[in-house]
């Protein structure tokens, strides 16, 4: 049963342009939505995150949009550089509050590659 | 400031054999989760260590256990390897005190079972 989901195995954009990266989810428990980036031989690093209370959280040229009532959250990322080739992995967790952390749940990821 | 460190970074091991991974939070961090990725897969939630004890577990058979030490660092066990226990085991940490779970990951211990 896969709770998170992400149907696009991979996207490829042209340099300077918008990449925008699916996910969904099915679990109406997930409260707290994150995005990661992995390069080969590397460990997942943290990107962005949102919690459910917001619908939109930026940093920089990441942008995370939240749409709680299709169960669907986006990670838009503006304007795409080379460096930004990736594996990019969504992943959601139900807050349990201060004492122990949620487990995350990840979805399959979406190879991103950046075209010059 | 040293992130999330995993050894060894690759193994090989026989069906049958017995392994051990490590794992050393990041500084600060005082809860250890443990993730196994498999090829062309997200990770999946094996189990969580706080306070010395395995809060959380995944489903993951028996054969899966861990330990946490006084110093946070963290050790993951797997009993009588099947071939489709190889894939890239990551750890993860991150601080009990934040509500908002960002767990960090290491770069994760390559196993191979022949």
């Known amino acids: 049963d896969q709770q998170v989901k992400q149907n696009s195995p991979s996207l490829s954009v042209q340099e300077g342009r918008i990449s925008i990266l699916n996910c969904d989810y099915t679990n109406s428990m997930f409260d707290y939505f994150l995005w990661y980036k992995k390069y080969p031989a590397e460990g997942p690093t943290f990107l962005i995150s949102i919690s459910s209370i917001k619908d939109k959280n930026e940093d920089g040229r990441f942008t995370v949009f939240l749409n709680k009532s299709a169960k669907h959250l986006s990670l838009h990322i503006v304007p795409s550089q080379p460096g930004d080739s990736a594996v990019y992995f969504c992943a959601a967790s139900a807050i349990k509050g201060t004492g122990t952390a949620s487990k995350l749940t990840f979805g399959t990821g979406t190879r991103l590659q950046v075209t010059l | 400031d040293a992130g999330v460190t995993q050894s060894p970074t690759h193994l090989i091991k026989t069906r049958g054999q017995q392994v051990t991974l490590r794992c050393s939070p990041k500084?600060?961090?005082?809860?250890v989760s443990w993730y196994q990725q498999a090829l062309g897969q997200g990770p999946q939630f094996i189990f969580q260590y706080y306070e010395e004890e395995e809060r959380q577990r995944g489903n993951f058979p028996d054969r899966f256990s861990g330990h946490q030490f006084p110093n946070y660092s963290s050790e993951l066990n797997v009993n009588a390897l099947l071939l489709g226990d190889s894939a890239l085991y990551l750890c993860?940490?991150?601080?009990?005190?934040?509500?908002?779970?960002?767990?960090?990951f290491g770069a994760g211990t390559r196993l191979s079972v022949l």
């Open positions: 993860a940490s991150s601080w009990a005190g934040l509500a908002k779970n960002i767990q960090y």
């Open positions: 500084s600060g961090h005082d809860t």
